[in-house]
């Protein structure tokens, strides 16, 4: 007997496919199902080869956010687990979180206008290229920091925002 798949269970390796492209995670036939069965801790690479190719889900909720937390952790952007557990579940059904980058553009507009700004400030010649390096590191170790729970409060002056990127500079540089 044929089990009939639905579309959103059809689409489920496509998903999860992008979300480990999105990870950096390794490509197909270059190691992503060996490193993706040692990564999240199986025997074999074949439960995850059949998370990847053939529509098969884990068996538990759990362990899907548990290796959808770990692979938003390579992602420099900010994203909700469980909205993109739902979008991997639900397909088109459910709106696809990546595309609502809203926010993280905003995020990092105010993160390179205020280090433009600042190094206007302090007489500091950066070029484009470190201009976005400094927004880019500054807004990944951001993202980090609230993943963690961390609360990061507004600055109040300048000094106060120079300090802060100072510090994500130091702690990204150690």
């Known amino acids: 007997m044929t089990k009939i798949i639905s579309k959103q269970e059809q689409g489920f390796s496509d998903r999860f496919n992008q979300l480990l492209d999105m990870a950096d995670f390794p490509?197909?036939?270059?190691?992503?199902?060996?490193?993706?069965?040692?990564?999240?801790?199986?025997k074999s690479h074949l439960t995850f080869r059949s998370w990847c190719t053939e529509n098969k889900k884990p068996r538990t909720y759990e362990i899907l956010?548990?290796?959808?937390?770990?692979?938003l952790s390579d992602i420099q952007a900010d994203y909700d687990p469980h909205s993109i557990i739902a979008w991997l579940y639900g397909g088109d059904a459910?709106?696809?979180p990546f595309n609502n980058t809203d926010t993280d553009f905003s995020l990092k507009l105010d993160i390179f206008l205020l280090v433009t700004e600042l190094s206007d400030k302090e007489k500091t010649e950066l070029t484009k290229l470190e201009l976005q390096n400094i927004t880019?590191?500054?807004?990944?170790?951001?993202?980090?920091?609230?993943?963690k729970g961390l609360k990061i409060e507004p600055v109040e002056s300048n000094r106060d925002a120079i300090n802060l990127i100072n510090f994500c500079l130091d702690e990204l540089n150690d």
């Open 94 to 96: 459910v709106k696809n």
């Open 27 to 42: 490509k197909q036939n270059e190691g992503r199902y060996t490193e993706g069965a040692k990564r999240f801790g199986h």
């Open 136 to 147: 880019k590191k500054i807004y990944g170790f951001l993202v980090k920091q609230r993943r």
């Open 65 to 71: 956010l548990e290796v959808v937390i770990s692979l």
